[in-house]
């Protein structure tokens, strides 16, 4: 069992940067490839960026490609999401999954674990 609690969301102007934060419980975090899922209101879940359990492979969707970066600490059990160039367009809901998997998944059907969210606006 994994627990997940994501932090760092708030309110930014466009062009600024939010850093999200997900701590999780559990020994085994080291051994979880993670990701970053966001939904808009009205939209469905999508898929932003995910990292491999060691850190050394990283996937992320194209609209956040080059002003977003994913990263972990596996001695503090935490995976951040690095949010630069903030457009409006990125308002949503940030989820953090978790997923004891080898292979990095980029569908959030794939993961097993999820946290409770942390809201993010930016405005224009």
């Known amino acids: 069992q994994v627990l997940l609690v994501e932090s760092g969301g708030g309110l930014v102007q466009a062009g600024g940067s939010l850093r999200l934060s997900c701590a999780a419980s559990g020994r085994t975090f080291s051994s979880y490839a993670m990701g970053w899922f966001r939904q808009a209101p009205g939209k469905e879940r999508e898929f932003v960026a995910a990292?491999?359990?060691?850190?050394?492979?990283?996937y992320y969707a194209d609209s956040v490609k080059g002003r977003f970066t994913i990263s972990r600490d596996n001695a503090k059990n935490t995976v951040y999401l690095q949010m630069n160039s903030l457009k409006p367009e990125d308002t949503a809901v940030y989820y953090c999954?978790?997923?004891?998997?080898?292979?990095?998944?980029?569908?959030?059907?794939?993961?097993?674990?999820w946290g409770q969210g942390t809201q993010v606006t930016v405005s224009s």
């Open positions: 990292i491999s359990w060691i850190g050394d492979i990283t």
């Open positions: 999954a978790a997923d004891p998997a080898i292979v990095v998944p980029k569908s959030d059907y794939e993961y097993d674990y």
